[in-house]
């Protein structure tokens, strides 16, 4: 089997994990299957695309300009299938070409922000003109390619759900596959109670609308009025003008001196940070996985999460939810957990069990088995 894998537009954050941590697990099923990569060239250093039987192609930025993008998708890409000789292709970056391909294709979507009200009035209101229209046609192109697919998978069934109901997808068409967890492996025991030591509380995340830094912001200068002896570790880029405004928040609402923001720390940093952490807050309202989340939960640490469907159904019933807006409620249940010994620790050892519920292994069989059904499936009708 030839597989040929659209990942052009990865470069950093969630969608990067995923692809690294599939290619190394699906080439380790079996040693017939090629591996086609059509990536990025800032991948250049990935050690998973110079795994055994990968070739990789490399593109320059199809970011860079809108007709450049077409040009690369109904063109290059269709160019590629075939001189690959692909059985199949796998795109990991919601779209497909818009002309009939050679092969069938599975598509991955990871941006359910597509198929959120709340997420898409946010991000028109932060828009010029140009942007909302490009915004609104991306839209429309991830439609489109969703009826193309032959077959589509996602991480959560909440947004499968959401893909059904605003597309009219039929639901034997998406198949829901929870990958592993981002950049953690996971630990023996759940964290211990602090006690009296100060705490250390953490949201790893980049910066997004939906993302709620105001929400935490608020919640944390609340909290200082009855904890002081707290610190909020925070993974924002300073160069980037709306990470700035979210440490600005935190100094006019008078915690700045609380708030310890860690810049863009690559995966050892990571990994370092929440070894650090006691608790973990997730205040997004709208997300396709939630790695973050995944990540916490495997350093056995209690989690306080935005009550969304996606983000309960990562935790299971472990995850202490508040209402996305109130950062009130935030407070009040952070400060609960920080007063409450056995609460604490029956919250951490949910997480850490919820944990064990997600392997990139498992993730990996499932989508290599969907390839291959995906291949069978229009061989089958063609017969």
Same mark, same amino acid.
């Given at each position: 089997?030839?597989?040929?894998?659209?990942?052009?537009?990865?470069?950093?954050?969630?969608?990067?994990?995923?692809?690294?941590?599939?290619?190394?697990?699906? #080439?380790?099923?079996?040693?017939? &299957?090629?591996?086609?990569?059509?990536?990025?060239?800032?991948?250049?250093?990935?050690?998973?695309?110079? *795994?055994?039987?990968?070739?990789?192609?490399?593109? /320059?930025?199809?970011?860079?300009?809108?007709?450049?993008?077409?040009?690369?998708?109904?063109?290059? %890409?269709?160019?590629?299938?075939?001189?690959? /000789?692909?059985?199949?292709?796998? =795109? %990991?970056?919601?779209?497909?070409? =818009?002309?009939?391909?050679?092969?069938?294709?599975?598509?991955?979507?990871?941006?359910?922000?597509?198929?959120?009200?709340?997420?898409?009035?946010?991000?028109?209101?932060?828009?010029?003109?140009?942007?909302?229209?490009?915004? !609104?046609?991306?839209?429309?192109?991830?439609? !489109?390619?969703?009826?193309?697919?032959?077959?589509?998978?996602?991480? #959560?069934?909440?947004?499968?759900?959401?893909?059904?109901?605003?597309?009219?997808?039929?639901?034997?068409?998406? #198949?829901?596959?929870?990958?592993?967890?981002? *950049? &953690?492996?996971?630990?023996?025991?759940?964290?211990?109670?602090? /006690?009296?030591?100060?705490?250390?509380?953490?949201?790893?995340?980049?910066?997004?609308?939906?993302?709620?830094?105001?929400?935490?912001?608020?919640?944390?200068?609340?909290?200082?009025?009855?904890?002081?002896?707290?610190?909020?570790?925070?993974?924002?880029?300073?160069?980037?003008?709306?990470?700035?405004?979210?440490?600005?928040?935190?100094?006019?609402?008078?915690?700045?001196? %609380?708030?310890?923001?860690?810049?863009?720390?690559?995966?050892?940093?990571?990994?370092?940070?929440?070894?650090?952490?006691?608790?973990?807050?997730?205040?997004?309202?709208?997300?396709?996985?939630?790695?973050?989340? *995944?990540?916490?939960?495997?350093?056995?640490?209690?989690?306080?999460?935005?009550?969304?469907?996606?983000? !309960?159904?990562?935790?299971?019933?472990?995850?202490?939810?508040?209402?996305?807006?109130?950062?009130?409620?935030?407070?009040?249940?952070?400060?609960?957990?920080?007063?409450?010994?056995?609460?604490?620790?029956?919250?951490?050892?949910?997480?850490?069990?919820?944990?064990?519920?997600?392997?990139?292994?498992?993730?990996?069989?499932? &989508?290599?088995?969907?390839?291959?059904? #995906?291949?069978?499936?229009?061989?089958?009708?063609?017969?």
């Amino acid at each position: 089997m030839k597989v040929l894998i659209n990942a052009i537009s990865i470069k950093e954050g969630g969608s990067r994990v995923v692809l690294g941590k599939l290619l190394q697990h699906m #080439t380790a099923i079996d040693d017939t &299957t090629q591996w086609h990569v059509a990536a990025n060239a800032r991948l250049r250093g990935c050690k998973e695309l110079q *795994l055994p039987r990968i070739v990789p192609h490399f593109f /320059g930025d199809t970011e860079l300009a809108p007709m450049y993008i077409w040009c690369w998708y109904n063109r290059t %890409l269709p160019k590629l299938l075939i001189e690959t /000789g692909a059985d199949v292709l796998f =795109s %990991l970056t919601n779209y497909l070409p =818009s002309a009939r391909l050679s092969c069938p294709s599975l598509l991955l979507v990871q941006h359910a922000g597509h198929f959120s009200q709340l997420f898409d009035e946010r991000m028109q209101a932060t828009l010029s003109l140009p942007g909302r229209l490009t915004w !609104r046609a991306k839209r429309r192109w991830v439609v !489109r390619s969703l009826h193309q697919a032959s077959r589509v998978t996602v991480q #959560t069934r909440a947004l499968g759900c959401a893909i059904e109901a605003q597309t009219g997808i039929t639901v034997d068409k998406v #198949t829901v596959i929870p990958h592993g967890h981002g *950049l &953690t492996t996971s630990v023996k025991v759940p964290c211990d109670y602090p /006690g009296h030591r100060c705490w250390q509380i953490g949201y790893v995340s980049k910066f997004g609308v939906q993302k709620n830094f105001g929400v935490l912001i608020d919640a944390a200068a609340r909290l200082s009025v009855s904890v002081a002896d707290f610190r909020l570790h925070l993974t924002l880029n300073p160069e980037i003008e709306a990470c700035r405004r979210v440490i600005e928040q935190a100094e006019q609402a008078g915690i700045g001196h %609380l708030v310890v923001n860690h810049g863009d720390l690559d995966a050892a940093g990571v990994r370092e940070l929440y070894e650090e952490l006691d608790l973990f807050v997730f205040p997004s309202s709208c997300e396709s996985f939630g790695f973050p989340m *995944l990540e916490a939960m495997s350093q056995g640490m209690p989690i306080l999460i935005a009550d969304t469907e996606s983000n !309960r159904e990562i935790t299971g019933s472990g995850g202490i939810t508040f209402d996305a807006d109130n950062a009130k409620a935030l407070a009040d249940r952070l400060t609960i957990l920080m007063q409450d010994k056995m609460a604490y620790e029956q919250a951490a050892a949910a997480m850490l069990s919820r944990a064990g519920n997600f392997s990139w292994q498992k993730a990996a069989r499932e &989508t290599y088995e969907l390839l291959v059904t #995906t291949i069978e499936g229009v061989r089958g009708r063609e017969a």
